[in-house]
């Protein structure tokens, strides 16, 4: 059995489940936001982490079905979170199939009308490997995309080849700081100089700005004192199944 076919089956027995991720307003760890995260729940191997394959499905013909799935789960969720009173946004990853078949800003706006999700409350995270697609197209799309009202954030930033071409290029809403960045910050002072300095150029573009890979409360104070309004990390919460993270974050809301 190739993995790509049993990744096919794993679709069909629903093997697929979404974790959550918390984002903070890191002055006062308030929750803002959670990234959605694909996990395969294999019978014999158990979680499956999408670094193993999520490279082959974005190369294989099950691509658009488990983007689609994806996309859809974490909007029925964030419109159940939002139905009980949570003002928490939802990110997901966009896969690089989305923007070359069919019409993404088509299927965005079919899920926001069919689910009654408040368009402010979707976010998407896009890798530099998407914008290095027709770039015509993929600045229409954008566009289109936050016509609805839904923000685009650029992931991983910094560790591509051309980031700040793509900033001025793109219309985003906000970055993501790469955890490669924030994991030696303390310890490290180019890692320093790069955060502080992708900071002040998020303000300056006025982009919101999101720091990845926060492991402990001194990297958070850090970014804090730099400026950095938003963080995400194992500090604050791990990825983890939907039941656990309403229990963690939104029971007490
Ligand atoms: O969750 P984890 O850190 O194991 O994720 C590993 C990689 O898989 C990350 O690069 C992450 O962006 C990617 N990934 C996780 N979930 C999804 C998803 O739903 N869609 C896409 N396209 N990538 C995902
Ligand atoms: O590529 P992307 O930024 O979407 O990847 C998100 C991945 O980062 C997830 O797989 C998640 O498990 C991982 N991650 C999130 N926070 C931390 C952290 O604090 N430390 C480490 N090592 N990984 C993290
Ligand atoms: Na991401
Ligand atoms: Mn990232």
Known sequence: LTLERELALAADRREFELFYQPQVRLIDGSLVGAEALIRWRHPVRGYVSPAEFMPVVNTSALSERIANWVMETACRQARAWELSGSDVRVAINLSPSQLQSGDLAHSVAALLEATGLTPS???????????LH???????????IQELGVRILFDDFGTGYASLSYLKKFPLDGLKIDRSFVFGLLSNSDDAAIVGSTIGLSKQLGLTVVAEGIENRATADFLVSMGCEEGQGYFFGRPMPAEA???QFLAAE
Do not use: A, G, N, Y
């Open 121 to 131: 409350l979707l976010e998407i995270e896009v890798t530099e490997d998407i914008l």
């Open 134 to 144: 027709d770039e015509r197209r993929v600045l229409e799309m954008f566009k289109r």
């Open 245 to 247: 993270f309403e229990k």
